[in-house]
């Protein structure tokens, strides 16, 4: 399926991704042979048969209710871009 | 000794165990080593201090008579895995400096079992591409020479593993394995490569691509040398909801060289269009050299081998879209400054990410999003589930799947395909098993006419690692293959 | 009688739906080790897990799954033993992992209803959709810093029970009455401290108007209410503005808005939450969960009585009136004190009463919690079995009380000590009564033609005994010396 730029200009805001206007062709060219190539499975009946959850035949595995972890903000915040004392810092967020 | 560099990890444990080589001799000729091939750039991050402050650590421990499976080996590790203290990039712009402060499971299973670190190899970015060449670091070469004198690409997207193995900058290498990153390069590089069943190595601490299909795994020279290191690699991890509660084999005690009455199925979708005569000779050399072993070679069908590529290019993009959102500039990693968070969220990610990576972001974005669900992604996991049943029905009359691992031998870097779909068809032969989170492992069994590594690929039955190995042990003995 | 909007052309309907986000109570967080408690240092309840760090993954924590059942058991709801997380993909500051883990198409728990008890005696069903279990999100401070915020993960990554009202509330009073329900549930289940000031219980309340009987309007959701009071205050602004906006011509237009507690109104939120598509889909890091039956047999047999179930029985055991038996189920702790006291008193109408006025009155005056009350259950309802037996009078049984909660001390003790034991012995009284009226011959005179004078000889005669007299005694004896 083709998909046109303004299909490109929304997921890429969505994906929280800049795409500059030179790229955007590209990427439009692109994703629309990709597109093209997965509808292969558009031949396939797949009715009837349940999507895979996972691949092994197994169920999640249950925690017990303990504190195991945490207790080191020195460890979480050292590769932080920007931090003020224990916090993460991001541009004002106004909600 | 000879020449350290020329044993096998087999044989490097037996030298150490008999006392005729330390592990800081060993990891001192392989620093050499790697220094010499700096120019294939297959690590990020070289970590010779750390690697002979281990081997010193692992002498003093075979000293006192303490000794792990890896004990004194040093080993790569793709910069995939976290490694405490030592830089992590994913290959990415967007990860150049993050250092972790944890380790991952099975880099600290290898290191508790007293594997020595080289260093961080070289990637596709985030684990994506099949030629190594998204990598934020540059190109990997292949040590692979050929007369045109063009360098060939080592495959991805483990190609820095495979490229370090072949060159003997590494003993051995960890790989993950999504759609075939380990067995490609390996088949590549003329080295041996095996992905165990989904769920048997950690995935805690290894950056994902998409957590249904990666899963970790080694480059080794020979089939010994896997089933020792995978041994060490694996395990239950609780960490990891994923991984599966079973023991793990003695792997290298199943490597027994007897295949009589196994049967072998050769599916008959593998013969692609187009595939070379080559290819196709060597296929049918493996089915030779496993029926003169006692083996018996049965014709399967697994009529959607065709559809498994297409289902992979929307599952992977699909859970890579939402496992890359936590790339964003507020706790680790790059970050671009912009306007407002949205603004700094879009700079970080547009400049963080390469173009491959941003495409497959965009991929898998598109086929979650409203509307598109389940006309894309609930009908790729269907269509996943048909995959999975057909290789279970087969393995009812197989034990194991003998194939080529690629549709050729390792393109030049230059005329590498720089349409995606083309070269996203390179991982015709591996994906399959990747959807149906089958044990594979790609052995080198032959030369193209060029004189370039041909591999072939032998897929097991769920947990069946140690089959896997012993029936290539068998390919490997009569291939003879004359490695780098 | 029932709720409406009084608009200029008539009357509007008020429908409300809530989707009610109580924080588990547990110790550790839904998919990683971490504590909960509130309060705590920034960030210093953070695992590698809970701030994303590349490669972590997330191991579900089997009490809050119980948790969530047995909330939902006390929702009288189905039990899904069979869910499965998804993944909710957004960006903002305080997600770290770019998504929340969360159950859209298989939560935990399905359909259910609670009953709501209104001011006017009478009860409501309200339907539930369904309750599931999702991860909460970081706090993101704004006002430390002109041109940043601040994040702390803290909260991140406690679990969360989102339990979705069907559209069933029709007015404040009965909003506020299913808030005041639920958070009894929670606290009688010891499943969520319905704490909302400390953000362990909010609110997103969703409003739409219509004409009686008329389809249902649009609907805006106004996000994270955490007060009854806002969330009644919130549907009345809310569905004043809409009845307004269309009276005038306008549309409600499908959009989040926010509480503004200061202004007391509604107003929408000015980030981009419009583009949001969330792009549901499994996490696939975790596998679906799958209870055995027994896991949900053995919470069903530690359930206590439900506050529904506990309040039929106070009023069909005890006799107590619905509104009585509703104010003393409100809290399992007042419950269990009620039916301590009626049990030593041996008469439950009289314990109600006393529970709910003079005790509950010096709880009120004191400040302090039932826990810390100087007057305990037994005590109170020793006191109260003097009254039933006719020890003392109730007007004696004040002054008493009044001592026990100054000293702790038992009534009986207290009523011995100060001698103020009732006389019931006819003739004292008699005594008394005689010397009254040979005392005042005129009130004598007047009483005969004025009967409400009694009263007057009521009260000296209960004066001249020290309030020790027997009212009913004293009634009849002047009543027949007097002639009346």
New interface residues.
Partial sequence: MAIDRDTVTRVAFLARLDIDDAQKDAMTHDLSNILTFVEALNDVDASGVEPMTSVVEAYAPLREDKVTDGGYPDKVLKNAPDRVQDFYAVPKVVE | MSNALDLTLAGALSAMDKGELSSVELTQAYIDQMAATKALNAYITETPDIALEMARASDARRAGGQTGIMEGIPVGIKDL??TKGTR?T?ASHI?D??????E?TVTSNLFSQGAVMLGKTNLDEFAMGSSNQTSYFGDVVNPWKTSDGKNRAPGGSSGGSAAAVAAKSALATTGTDTGGSIRQPAAFCGITGIKPT??RCS??????F???LDQPGCFGRTVEDNAIMLRAMAGYD?????S??RAVPDYRAQITGNIKGKKIGIPKEYRVDGMPAEIEKLWQQGMDWLRDSGAEIVDISLP?T??A???Y??IAP??A??N???Y????????V???????????T???G?G?EV??R???G??????GY?DA???????????I?NEFLDVYNQVDAILTPTTPSAAFTLDDAPS???TM?LNDVFTVPAS???LPGLSLPAGLSSEGLPLGLQVLGK?FEEGEVLNVASVLEAAAGFQRL | MSYTVKGNTGEWEVVIGLEVHAQVISNAKLFSGSATDFGAEPNSQVSFVDSAQPGMLPVVNKECLRQAIRTGLGLSAEINRYSVFDRKNYFYADLPQGYQISQLYHPIVGEGQIEIDLEDGSSRTIGIERLHLEQDAGKSIHDLDPKRSFIDLNRCGVALMEIVSRPDLRSPEEAGAYLRKLRTIFRYLGTCDGNMEEGSMRADVNVSVRKPGAEFGTRTETKNVNSIRFVMQAIESEALRQVKLVESGGEVVQETRLWDAGKGHTRPMRSKEFAHDYRYFPCPDLLPVNLPQSFVDEIKAEMPELPDKKKHRFMDDYGLPAYDAGVLVAERETADFYEAVAKAAGNAKLAANWTMGDFFGALNKADIKLADSPVKAEQLGGLIKLIADDTISGRIAKEVFEIMWETGKDAEAIVEEKGLKQITDTGAIEGIIDQIIADNPAQVEKVKTNEKLLGWFVGQTMKASGGKANPGVVNKLLKDKLGL
Avoid: H
Wanted: charged share 25%; glycine share 6%.
């Fill in positions: 895995f976290c992590t994913a990860l400096n993050f250092v972790p402060t944890y991952s989904y769920g995935r805690w601490g290894v950056v994902a998409a957590s249904s609780p960490k990891d909801s994923t599966i509660e959607l065709d559809k590529l297409p289902t290019y929307i699909a859970e879209s939402s890359l959102a936590r964003d500039g507020v706790r680790y990693g790059l970050r400054e912009g306007v407002d968070l949205d603004d700094m969220y879009a700079k990610r547009g400049e990410f173009e941003k495409r972001i965009m991929i974005t598109y086929v979650l999003s409203a669900y894309y992604y609930n009908k790729a996991r269907r269509v996943r589930k048909m999975l349409d995606p779909v996203y959807l149906a989170g769920p």
